[in-house]
DNA sequence: ATGCCTAATGCAATTAGA
């Protein structure tokens, strides 16, 4: 079972390069961030044709979430997360798919530090370690997929000092992913990866991409029965590279059937 | 401190991204 990770940085516009990107690759699920479209303005029917059913949670140009699966009709679990009447912003979607659940999240980016936006993040990110430890309690092997918009350790980014007070690095956030780990999530690419500078994001300033001044921030944590079925991770970087490419590359895993 | 780039909105310039 292979489960991808892709901000694609919106749907529509980068459509050729997603549908590309599907047919080189393959994957089997495939959770997409950023989708800046509104439910509406989804590109369904194209999706359907390329053999992916898809569950949404759109908005009017900015963030969004998707979830596409070859695995036929899915079955969405939740949208959105429980703690804030008041958030508008559609930032996680969860099905139950070939019997994993997954979750599909594009945590807040924060920036600047300080302020509201800032505050925002490590609420909406309380929020989700809260929902993941009722996760934990199902028994069920679950994967929370997604754009962390946090760099975990210093290995993560291409210049850390440059990073000091910014949102994607700062303590605050680092020690909440540390509190996920602690309770029993496993981040997939380091596992496989321990030492390695492995980025998943370059800006599209200054030509990152070409002087690999890169970030590590969309992450698989899996909880302990996924875990042990992992086999691979990679990070597609080359379609980074590609004319009007998205800002992330996509990232995905192979799970082994399970026994 | 700002621009460098890119998208959406909407048709100019702003907001947001990370």
Redesign the pocket.
């Known amino acids: 079972m292979k489960i991808a990770t892709y901000?694609i940085?919106?749907?529509?516009?980068?459509l050729t390069n997603l549908l590309r990107w599907l047919e080189e690759a393959g994957p089997d699920v495939v959770c997409l961030?950023?989708l800046?479209?509104?439910d509406n303005?989804f590109p369904e029917k194209i999706l359907m044709d390329f053999g992916y059913h898809a569950i949404w949670q759109g908005q009017?140009?900015?963030?969004g979430v998707a979830i596409l699966s070859r695995y036929g009709e899915i079955q969405e679990t939740k949208r959105g997360l429980d703690g804030d009447p008041d958030d508008t912003?559609s930032r996680y979607i969860e099905a139950f798919i070939n019997g994993v659940v997954i979750g599909c999240l594009?945590?807040?980016?924060?920036?600047?530090y300080p302020g509201p936006?800032f505050d925002y993040k490590i609420k909406w990110l309380m929020r989700l370690i809260a929902h993941s430890q009722k996760l934990l309690t199902f028994g069920l092997p679950v994967a929370l997929i997604g754009?962390y918009?946090i760099?975990p350790t210093a290995l993560d980014t291409y210049k850390p000092e440059k990073y000091i007070n910014?949102?994607?690095f700062r303590p605050e956030a680092r020690q909440l992913w540390e509190e996920l780990l602690k309770d029993g999530w496993t981040d997939a690419i380091r596992q496989l990866y321990p030492d390695q500078r492995i980025y998943t994001?370059w800006?599209?300033?200054?030509?990152a991409y070409g002087r690999n001044a890169g970030?590590r921030?969309d992450h698989f944590l899996l909880n302990q029965p996924l875990h042990e079925r992992l086999v691979r991770a990679v990070v597609d970087a080359d379609v980074r590279g590609w004319p009007?490419?998205?800002?992330?590359a996509p990232v995905w895993i192979e799970l082994a059937e399970s026994r």
Do not use: V
């Open positions: 901000n940085n919106g749907i529509n516009g980068r961030q950023e800046k479209c509104t303005q009017q140009s900015w963030n912003h594009y945590l807040p980016n924060g920036n600047p936006k754009d918009n760099m910014n949102a994607l994001f800006d599209y300033l200054r030509e970030l921030l009007h490419s998205s800002d992330h």
